[in-house]
């Protein structure tokens, strides 16, 4: 039974209890770098309020019933800046980035067809995203933050999420290859007339079917505040903060083996048109390692096309490793086009909703 399957089967059990369900909704996410609509239903089970400053007994509750859950919740998401980026670098030719020469017989012998190391403003505003769009399913609790407006109200919810996709950005490069990730999360948006506090704290891992893309185990934390009485350059009123770490269940004492990839981002949050929308910049780093990719995958392509990054990737997998010069020639290849680490700006201009 595939993936999409138990999906679809798992959603056609839960239709004729949403109907009697307590609490049933659907949620709406929009902003440039993360748009989501998800539907869920708390079957059993009231849903529990809380007010100004218990921010900390949600926390309890939460973690308290985390093995019981009384929610389901299905979301699709998609993540419009990434989708732009790889638009931009489908489309704009060598005006993305500077192209490699024409190959020769011998890539050892060719210095000139390595790649430029120059990174494009698309891959600055994008770095840190890994796929286009994702699917997920979730059981876990849910808790209201009491309002006096009722239609101005936040939630909270923690529990198992298990999310799939069937393609992988790399370099704003698409590549098809399905993955799987299970995490365990806690997710809140507080909402009131005068401010708006989300938070995220996740850990989880994920599995590639391309045996050249490596697993990985991750931590992920995320703090974003957006105060509508705060004006100017109030930095604590108006802020957020997100730090992800991810490793490779390898075993090794090297910590080039063992890292992944870590991203830590910093940013400042503007409100503006009768506090309704709200700008927002981010600046941070993303650290790429070696132990990210494996193989042809290693290639850096990152000044390059989307037609120049299929066809180095190509001429890397058709060298011949049936024999000890032939594999000696690839490795060299991938040595002379490959960086062992990367460390990346990050910008992220935002507006939120």
């Not at 698309?122 to 840190?128: F, K, Q, R, V, Y």
């Not at 209201?144 to 704003?172: D, M, R």
């Not at 948006?189 to 185990?217: A, C, H, M, T």
Request: net charge neutral.
């Amino acid at each position: 039974m595939t993936i999409p399957t138990v999906i679809f089967w798992a959603i056609t059990q839960i239709t004729y209890p949403l109907v009697e369900a307590e609490h049933f909704g659907v949620d709406l996410d929009l902003d440039a770098y993360y748009s989501a609509v998800a539907a869920y239903a708390s079957i059993g089970t009231a849903r529990p309020e809380f007010g100004e400053g218990e921010e900390g007994e949600i926390y309890k509750y939460l973690w308290a019933n985390f093995l019981k859950p009384h929610t389901i919740l299905f979301e699709a998401s998609t993540y419009p800046m990434p989708l732009a980026g790889i638009a931009l670098k489908a489309n704009t030719g060598d005006r993305y980035g500077e192209p490699p020469a024409a190959v020769g017989d011998n890539p050892r012998d060719d210095p000139s067809i390595r790649p430029k190391s120059r990174t494009s403003i698309a891959e600055i505003l994008t770095a840190g995203f890994e796929e286009p769009y994702a699917f997920s399913l979730f059981a876990g609790n849910l808790a209201s933050f009491k309002s006096p407006v009722p239609s101005v109200k936040g939630i909270a919810y923690a529990g198992y999420l298990f999310t799939f996709g069937t393609q992988h950005i790399k370099s704003n490069s698409l590549i098809d290859t399905r993955w799987y990730e299970f995490e365990g999360k806690l997710k809140g948006d507080d909402i009131k007339i005068y401010r708006k506090l989300k938070w995220s704290y996740r850990i989880g891992g994920r599995v590639f079917q391309d045996p050249e893309i490596s697993n990985y185990v991750y931590f992920s934390t995320l703090r974003d505040r957006i105060d509508f009485t705060g004006k100017g350059w109030s930095l604590l009123r108006n802020s957020f903060l997100e730090v992800s770490g991810f490793a490779s269940p390898t075993v090794s004492t090297k910590v080039e083996d063992v890292l992944v990839r870590a991203l830590a981002i910093v940013g400042k949050n503007f409100p503006f048109y009768k506090d309704k929308l709200t700008f927002s910049f981010g600046l941070g780093v993303v650290i790429n390692t070696s132990a990210k990719y494996k193989g042809c995958l290693k290639l850096d392509t990152g000044a390059l096309t989307s037609p120049e990054t299929r066809a180095l990737i190509s001429q890397c997998r058709e060298l011949r490793t049936d024999t000890p010069e032939g594999l000696s020639a690839r490795d060299d290849f991938i040595s002379s086009h490959s960086k062992k680490f990367d460390l990346q700006l990050a910008v992220r201009p935002n507006l939120k909703f």
